[in-house]
């Protein structure tokens, strides 16, 4: 896994230079650039080296006959085998890379090859037969990818930082994304915050040439649109965990020591448990994170910890765990810098503890657990989803009733939010009703505290990218698949697997994600509804194909948040930068909000009349990005005071 960056068009090798050095913490093994000035074309390259440690996988990378050069982020899992294939064809390899591996796939099978890859990636090909770029992302967006366009040419990289070393991208504020990263706390591809820079979207590919971007195309999609399989339950559960196994034994290919996170919950246990038993004696070496804040129980937040390490005696693995405390809240600016984007979930902070717990235990490599509530089902929304039959006959006139009703709560306790949320778009119809779900704050309250400007965006946005993937749908597709697709299309990408990508690379880390292999991927799309969520309980297969593995306490533990105590931390440790951040002065001088409403919204929350506090850290978390992103000529972070807890393996 490493960090990507390049360009073609009338561009400078300085640029190319400031655009490597942005990234270089994602890549600290190596480095590279190759400048091909008769094509106008760039390449450069972060390294951490996990396949073929030697200077063989320096990069950028040239095939033996010379006609392309690749700079690829990301891990093929399958490359053995496409190379064995490749080597029977005739092609020629001077290294053991994966890397290579797509070189040579590109010249035989051309931009047909994305099909065979099994892995999660980012890669650009230049191809010297036509001056052409290739640039393409993994299907299920595991790995970042940013473009923009300027009058100069194309830029593109993992990371926006990098990209905004080049000073003709224009720092206009996308109000689309401003609005949607206050709904629902990340925002869509292919948007981002700037309107001259944009997502690669998962499972798209595009061609460059002489600075212009000639197609853009999508070469895979989630398969919702698949009829369901008729087969008996027994065989349904072990073909679940036939194809688990065969991801996590994949993804265990590395030239370095492997880890896994363990929190406890099933989706992190089963992981773990299936990669303890394919590496036999070898001991895995776990990691997880212990909260010292006794406000995080009165938020409603389970103590993940005890389940943790029953799952570690339980598969003789070891378990490493950091401690945190209110002093997590001295990283807010760190990790909205190390994420690119103004992502209001202080869940990325945990994670970046926990990188980091690893990288100093000589781990580079961590297997990860997320995607099986997108896949399988597990999240809240999806059971009250399923329990809609039951109310959602009533006539609109009623279902509007109930959302008034439930408007009416105050939201003092964790159960009083869930009743409030519960019916808060009971009004609505549809895919609007479904897209509603993934809704933070209303839209009602949320207009109050927009300026002008958002005000005037609300229309539009609320025909986002999520309402157009819906759409896309055939009208056959249940309710609960296209949930379901919207978990993996959007809120896993967008959010989870974002941020899960950039703290950890900050460490020099890389994370894989076994349960969203592609393989698996399909076959859960087209198992029947009842097999993932069996009236309340979620992810019911994957508990069943987990029962040889597993304790019983953690097969049927309840879903819990991998989050932080953040109501408490605004009422309390955050209050003073909440005041500042949001003062009047800096609300009225941004433009973006009404400074009357955002106060109105602060002291609602602070007397508990409205749970807005998710809300309010989001208007925090842009106004925080902004000052590093777009006031500066180039992104500047002012603090870099990392890694403030500590360790108790």
Not at 27 to 37: E, Q, T
Not at 440 to 449: A, E, F, P
Not at 474 to 495: G, Q, W
Not at 559 to 588: C, I, N
């Amino acid at each position: 896994m490493c960090g990507i960056a390049g360009f073609s068009g009338r561009f400078e090798q300085d640029v190319l230079e400031r655009m490597n050095q942005a990234i270089a913490h994602r890549g600290p093994d190596d480095s590279g650039l190759l400048m091909v000035p008769e094509h106008g074309v760039g390449l450069a390259h972060r390294r951490l080296s996990i396949i073929d440690l030697s200077s063989r996988g320096h990069q950028p990378m040239v095939d033996v006959s010379g006609r392309v050069t690749i700079v690829f982020n990301g891990e093929i899992y399958n490359y053995r085998e496409l190379r064995k294939e490749l080597l029977e064809d005739g092609y020629g390899f001077s290294s053991e890379t994966d890397t290579e591996v797509l070189l040579n796939l590109y010249l035989r099978d051309g931009e047909k090859m994305m099909s065979r890859l099994n892995g999660i990636f980012a890669f650009a090909i230049h191809d010297s037969r036509d001056g052409s770029l290739l640039l393409v992302r993994d299907g299920l967006g595991v790995k970042p990818f940013y473009f923009a366009e300027t009058p100069k040419g194309v830029l593109f990289a993992s990371e926006i930082k990098a990209l905004l070393q080049e000073p003709s991208i224009e720092r206009r504020l996308n109000h689309q994304a401003v609005v949607h990263h206050l709904l629902y706390l990340w925002c869509p591809s292919p948007l981002t915050m700037l309107k001259s820079v944009h997502k690669l979207e998962p499972g798209h590919a595009m061609r460059i040439r002489d600075g212009r971007i000639q197609e853009r195309w999508c070469w895979y999609d989630l398969p919702y649109d698949q009829q369901f399989v008729d087969w008996p339950t027994e065989d349904a559960i072990v073909q679940v965990r036939k194809y688990l196994t065969l991801a996590v034994e994949r993804q265990l290919v590395s030239d370095v020591p492997v880890g896994a996170f363990l929190s406890g919950g099933l989706d992190s246990s089963s992981v773990v448990a299936l990669a303890q038993r394919a590496m036999g004696n070898e001991r895995l070496q776990c990691f997880t994170i212990g909260f010292k804040d006794p406000s995080a129980r009165a938020e409603g937040m389970a103590d993940d910890l005890p389940y943790a390490q029953r799952v570690a005696r339980h598969l003789d693995v070891d378990l490493h765990t950091i401690y945190v405390g209110p002093e997590m809240v001295d990283e807010l600016e760190n990790m909205i810098w190390w994420l690119d984007e103004p992502q209001a979930d202080p869940a990325p902070i945990n994670a970046l503890f926990i990188c980091q717990l690893a990288r100093q235990h000589g781990i580079k490599v961590l297997l990860s657990g997320a995607g099986g509530d997108d896949i399988f089902t597990g999240y809240r929304r999806h059971y009250a989803l399923v329990r809609e039959p039951y109310w959602s006959w009533l006539p609109g006139r009623v279902r509007g009733s109930m959302r008034t009703v439930a408007s009416w709560i105050r939201p003092t306790n964790e159960f009083r939010r869930r009743l409030s949320k519960a019916f808060r778009y009971a009004n609505l119809e549809g895919d609007d009703r479904i897209a509603a779900y993934f809704h933070w704050i209303d839209m009602d309250h949320l207009s109050t505290v927009f300026g002008p400007d958002l005000n005037r965006e609300m229309t539009e946005s609320m025909q986002s990218p999520v309402h157009q993937a819906l759409a896309s749908l055939p009208a056959e597709v249940p309710a609960l698949n296209r949930m379901l697709y919207l978990e993996s299309k959007f809120f896993l990408t967008d959010h989870n697997l974002n941020y899960v990508d950039k703290v950890s690379m900050a460490s020099g880390v890389e994370v894989r994600v076994p349960l969203i292999d592609p393989d698996l991927v399909s076959l859960a799309a087209r198992l029947p509804l009842h097999l993932k969520q069996k009236g309340s309980v979620g992810k019911w297969i994957l508990r069943k194909a987990m029962e040889p593995y597993l304790p019983k306490d953690v097969l049927h533990r309840s879903k819990t948040g991998f989050g932080a105590p953040l109501r408490h931390w605004l009422r309390h440790d955050l209050r003073p930068m909440v005041d500042d951040v949001l003062s009047e002065r800096s609300v009225r001088e941004r433009g973006l909000f009404d400074p009357k409403g955002v106060r109105n919204m602060v002291e609602q929350d602070r007397n508990r009349r409205y749970d807005a506090s998710y809300t309010i850290f989001s208007m925090m978390c842009i106004e925080i990005w902004c000052r590093m992103f777009i006031d500066h000529p180039v992104p500047t972070l002012n603090r870099r005071d990392l890694g403030s807890a500590t360790e108790n393996a």
